[in-house]
T-cell receptor, first 110, second 114 residues
């Protein structure tokens, strides 16, 4: 069993739709959770950082963590073509070594 | 120049070649990393350096040899690679190895081994 599972997609949505991304994990000791965005031919950049359970909102982005279900989500509201990218989830036990998902490729159609 | 810069952006090499990847960070960070990103697979941490000292070697084959002469520069020396080593190699830096919230990546070197 992979430590972090992420549906690779691809996911294609019309502009303005809500994009829903998620990851499941097996290590109950994970307590730091991150979402990265990676544009084509670029390195990943941090989008959202969450410690422990709960929700965090930043503009059009909302990250949710459900530690009881070992499940994290990222929602993108009012999606734009500029949101087209690969989204990677990542997590760690102690804010040190990160375990990444394989990434979900998202295309927002104008 | 700002951020994390990697050169070259693309590299094609034969299995008997020797080449080096270079990374430079202009963020004043003390920790630097090499990651491997293969298609459809999660990022794999290869090496971690903190204040020029290697603190992590994630069971990487010896055909990959890292070098960190100072906190701003990181190299990955490659020799006798295999086709399965073809991937995007990403360099990253952070203020400290435990500052994953402040992990910055370069744009990577896309490596193809023929």
């Amino acid at each position: 069993q992979k430590e972090v599972e992420q549906d690779p997609g691809p996911l294609s949505v019309p502009e303005g739709a809500i994009v829903s991304l998620n990851c499941t994990y097996s290590n109950s000791a994970f307590q730091y959770f991150m979402w990265y965005r990676q544009y084509s031919r670029k390195g990943p950049e941090l989008l959202m950082y969450t410690y422990s359970s709960g929700n965090k909102e930043d503009g059009r982005f909302t990250a949710q963590v459900d530690k009881s279900s070992k499940y994290i989500s990222l929602f993108i509201r009012d999606s734009q073509p500029s949101d087209s990218a690969t989204y990677l989830c990542a997590m760690s036990e102690n804010d040190y070594k990160l375990s990444f998902g394989a990434g979900t490729t998202v295309t927002v159609r104008a | 120049e700002t951020g994390v810069t990697q050169t070259p952006r693309h590299l094609v090499m034969g299995m008997t070649n020797k080449k080096s990847l270079k990374c430079e960070q202009h963020l004043g960070h003390n920790a630097m990393y090499w990651y491997k990103q293969s298609a459809k697979k999660p990022l794999e941490l290869m090496f971690v350096y903190n204040f020029k000292e290697q603190t992590e070697n994630n069971s990487v084959p010896s055909r990959f040899s890292p070098e960190c002469p100072n906190s701003s520069h990181l190299f990955l020396h490659l020799h006798t690679l295999q086709p399965e080593d073809s991937a995007l190699y990403l360099c990253a830096s952070s203020p400290h190895p435990r500052d994953t919230e402040k992990l910055f990546f370069g744009s990577g070197t896309q490596l193809s081994v023929l």
